[in-house]
């Protein structure tokens, strides 16, 4: 049986993953209006969209590692909303979570920095700049994908 405290958080996490995605969507629409009219500006727009076909190669490529990743995430979860975990499952949970939290951190950082580093209004800094809000929408999208199938199955039981 499930804590409904525990789903509850779930459900709001959910709702601000929500919004967090539609926020990201929309700086996503604004930095490729920005980043079309930089390159059309330098006379140059055949970069823009090999920058938007290269994110797509990109997140073809990561797709897969960052839905296991959002899975793992969301069992992770659903094992800490259990009614009876004891206390060394709850340490295991803990340090998955730590484990999770310093990868998602890691990736912000390496992106950030990447992004920090690159000349501005080039093809890389415009690919890494789609990859990372892709990267970060995807991962939303498919752990609140994964919680939803999880609660699904939960209240089917």
């Known amino acids: 049986m499930y804590e409904t405290v525990a789903i509850r958080r779930l459900q709001r996490t959910l709702l601000i993953h929500r919004v967090v995605q539609i926020l990201l969507c929309a700086l996503l629409i604004y930095m490729a209006l920005h980043f079309q009219q930089l390159f059309q500006a330098k006379g140059e727009p055949h970069v823009f969209r090999n920058s938007l076909l290269a994110t797509l190669l990109i997140e073809f490529a990561l797709f897969f590692p960052i839905r296991r990743f959002a899975g793992n995430e969301a069992q992770r979860e659903f094992a800490a909303a259990a009614a009876q975990v004891t206390v060394e499952q709850q340490k295991r949970l803990r340090q998955q979570r730590l484990f999770g939290d310093t990868l998602k951190g890691a990736v912000f950082l390496g992106y950030t920095a990447f992004i920090l580093l690159v000349p501005s209004?080039?093809?890389?800094?415009?690919?890494?700049?789609?990859?990372?809000?892709?990267?970060?929408?995807?991962y939303l999208q498919c752990f609140s994908f994964a919680i939803h199938k999880g609660l699904a199955s939960r209240t089917a039981a």
């Open 121 to 138: 209004a080039t093809f890389v800094l415009s690919t890494a700049f789609f990859c990372f809000i892709v990267t970060v929408i995807t």
